[in-house]
């Protein structure tokens, strides 16, 4: 097992991911944002690739949409709880493997590709550089792929506004280093992009932007309050001004979770 799995098997590896994204209102609101945009913007219905597919949460919704979706995971204990959630549905194809190697898949062969967490755990150029080009590989021309990442001024914000040992300095020494460049590297799990930074990544890619969405906004950040209090009514209000508001450039950032969408050329 390389250094990666076993971070990323201590992380996820007892199951904990299975109600991420109805256990609280920012992972609704995720959902709820992925979602919305998969509906507008790909073709329907269509075979998707998700990688970084956890448990299924989203498997399933779109299995139920009417896709033909293949699930990859890589860790056992997420991949033996997407096999159980997902094997009622015929037009889901569960697959143990990594986003880093898609050799199975000849090129040009989904229509919609979906990395769905990979590029949380990606800390090195090379590896950043081979998921990117092996999921645009596999997807069709004029195909669409949504990379999901993490802004880094979001992660200062949620997790180092608190007591010892998670102060405001050592999320930002952890997060940058002294010319204020953003810093990658394993030990902090989980590594977060400026939103500038993570497009750039793309430049040379054969792919056309065409979206840069927060998923989740402040929420996460909100949440974290003793004192919040959100209703369904307020949840579904606060919902349609999010999808209204989420693809401005001075709110990107703030937002934990988000998305990079673009079009193969």
């Not at 299995?63 to 995971?73: D, L, M, N, P, Q």
């Not at 400026?194 to 927060?214: C, G, I, M, S, Y």
Request: charged share 25%; net charge negative.
């Amino acid at each position: 097992m390389d250094k990666r799995t076993e971070l990323l098997n201590q992380i996820y590896g007892a199951g904990g991911e299975a109600d991420r994204l109805t256990r609280s209102r920012h992972g609704q609101l995720e959902f709820l944002t992925t979602m919305s945009y998969i509906g507008r913007m790909a073709p329907y219905p269509c075979r998707v690739l998700e990688l970084g597919a956890g448990t299924g949460r989203y498997t399933a919704a779109l299995a139920e949409k009417g896709h033909r979706v293949t699930a990859v995971e890589l860790l056992p204990k997420n991949y033996e709880l997407l096999q159980a959630n997902t094997a009622q549905y015929p037009n889901v194809e569960a697959v143990q493997g990594d986003a880093l190697d898609l050799r199975q898949w000849a090129d040009d062969t989904f229509q919609l590709t979906l990395s769905m967490g990979p590029m949380y755990h990606l800390y090195g150029k090379g590896g950043v550089d081979r998921a990117i080009d092996e999921a645009i590989r596999v997807t069709r021309p004029a195909g669409i792929l949504m990379f999901a990442f993490l802004s880094v001024h979001a992660i200062l914000y949620d997790n180092y506004l608190q007591p010892e040992p998670h102060t405001f300095r050592a999320g930002w020494e952890e997060n940058f280093d002294k010319d204020m460049c953003v810093r990658h590297f394993p030990e902090q799990v989980f590594t977060g992009y400026d939103v500038a930074e993570f497009e750039a990544l793309f430049e040379n890619k054969p792919v056309a932007h065409l979206r840069t969405v927060a998923t989740d906004g402040i929420l996460e950040l909100a949440e974290g309050r003793s004192d919040f209090y959100m209703t369904d009514e307020d949840f579904r209000l606060f919902s349609a001004y999010h999808l209204l508001h989420c693809e401005k450039r001075e709110l990107l950032g703030s937002s934990a979770h988000l998305l990079y969408i673009c079009r193969k050329l």
